[in-house]
């Protein structure tokens, strides 16, 4: 038997049941992809500088102290320490592998700093 030709009142059912048109989704379709596009690209563009912004948010005496830090190796699991005289205070930076956490203190008028 052959198949039924669609009529008139199964084609206006369907598009009732379709919320967009043919026509109307390809072009939905652009027009988000923009939207996500520039929002990406507007937000890459406004942070892409940020690691590579040296200083600028606070005034700088221009003293620098690149001097080596001691280091001290701990098992593995533990946190590392380095640390280092900045002047008269002794600095402790804890640190563990690559991770982007970490700690800091200062031990002022350190007497392993004086010279």
Request: net charge positive; hydrophobic share 35%.
């Amino acid at each position: 038997m052959p198949a039924a030709r669609p009529t008139a009142a199964t084609e206006h059912t369907a598009s009732k049941t379709d919320p967009l048109p043919h026509s109307r989704r390809p072009r939905r379709r652009i027009v988000l992809g923009a939207a996500v596009a520039a929002t990406l690209a507007l937000t890459l563009a406004g942070c892409g500088d940020k690691f590579t912004e040296p200083f600028k948010d606070a005034p700088r005496s221009h003293k620098e102290n690149g001097a080596p830090m001691d280091l001290i190796r701990m098992a593995d699991g533990f946190s590392n320490v380095g640390n280092k005289c900045d002047g008269p205070n002794m600095v402790y930076v804890l640190y563990h592998g690559d991770n982007p956490y970490g700690s800091l203190s200062v031990v002022k008028d350190d007497p392993r700093c004086t010279k």
